[in-house]
């Protein structure tokens, strides 16, 4: 993530380890935890946790113009339009299961990939992206937090049909977002290591 400064952190995350070939020492992973993963919810929260923290690990220590580098060419990706992207997935997700009013914050009619093609090399784009993107994840968890049945049924106009509501249950949207979340850590694999050659788990 970032500090308040825009710098990312903690860059303890990209310090040598003891094993080369991997990003941060096995027991300091702060994606292994003893957190209970003996139900549904809690397996589909822990695995959604982990991917956002493997997003955020893999932007760690780097400056402005590493973050919104477009690192393999010639996609327009990039970590920065990376983040503001996902930072979008979480509005959806609320859009879709409750109907919230969540206009996107970066895609307009007239530049709908606007997240990617904003992901400027400007500490202030950085930090207001890295704060965006922790704003919306915990507004995302406070909704999940308050449904109790994971078979509840969405509100908001889906992305299947015409008209809202009833769909889809908020178990398939969190699998669907986890997806998401999944496959964009692979982008971030090959985006980081083209800014600096770091690899890992």
């Known amino acids: 993530m970032t500090s308040s400064d825009g710098e990312t952190a903690p860059a303890r995350w990209t310090k040598a380890t003891v094993y080369a070939d991997m990003w941060v020492d096995p027991d300091d992973d702060p994606r292994e935890t003893d957190a209970a ?21 893999k932007c760690a220590g780097l400056d402005a113009e590493q973050l919104a580098r477009r690192s393999v060419p010639p996609s327009t990706m990039s970590l920065l339009g990376l983040v503001r992207h996902l930072t979008e997935d979480e509005r959806h997700v609320r859009r879709i299961m409750t109907g919230e009013d969540a206009p996107w914050l970066y895609r307009s009619e007239d530049d709908r990939d606007g997240d990617w ?32 049945d994971l078979g509840a049924t969405n509100a908001g106009l889906s ?43």
């Open 159 to 201: 992305d299947l049909g015409p008209e809202p509501g009833g769909s889809l249950q908020l178990r398939e949207l969190l699998v669907s977002h986890i997806e998401e979340y999944a496959r964009h850590c692979g982008h971030a694999d090959l985006l980081r290591e083209c800014v600096d050659g770091r690899v890992g788990q």
């Open 37 to 57: 993963r003996d139900d549904e919810r809690g397996i589909l929260l822990e695995d959604l946790r982990s991917y956002r923290l493997t997003v955020e690990m």
């Open 117 to 148: 093609n904003g992901a400027v090399a400007d500490p202030a784009v950085v930090a207001d992206a890295f704060r965006r993107w922790r704003d919306e994840m915990a507004a995302t968890d406070r909704m999940v937090d308050g449904i109790d």
